[in-house]
């Protein structure tokens, strides 16, 4: 745990970034685009009410802060900072534009059902299985 002081930092998130629209909703949290105040920068900032935490939730919570501290990887997500308030956690992540990415996976997951299908009825089926003239099982 001790490369999480890395990322941790006291305070309200929204003296660095400006928190704009929501950009999805959680368990028991809510991700927001924030806009860097100095920079720029966009980022997902992931906002959790410890108030409605509980023990499964906090576990959780703290699996993902795990994962995410030891992540690196440029194509993968990973944490820039992790602000604290008495009231909230406000986990600071990499945004990614195009929310079109999953809706795009998921056409490509309908169209690979639909083809597996297509070559499930032309030569799996049970018909095209036995088709020997020799063989006379009827199904």
Do not use: C
Request: hydrophobic share 45%; glycine share 6%; aromatic share 10%.
């Amino acid at each position: 745990m001790a490369n999480l002081f890395r990322f941790w930092k006291q305070g309200d998130v929204r003296h660095y970034y400006d928190l704009k629209q929501e950009l999805g909703k959680g368990t028991f949290s809510v991700v927001r685009l924030g806009i860097n105040k100095k920079t720029g920068q966009k980022a997902a900032v992931k906002i959790i009410n410890k108030k409605n935490t509980n023990v499964e939730t906090k576990a959780m919570l703290d699996t993902e802060i795990s994962i995410l501290q030891r992540v690196n990887h440029a194509h993968v997500i990973g944490m820039q900072a992790m602000y604290e308030t008495k009231t909230h956690l406000f986990l600071v992540m990499d945004y990614v534009e195009g929310g079109e990415f999953l809706i795009e996976l998921l056409r490509g997951v309908v169209f690979l059902k639909k083809m597996l299908q297509i070559l499930f009825d032309k030569y799996l089926k049970p018909s095209s299985i036995f088709t020997p003239m020799e063989l006379s099982i009827e199904i």
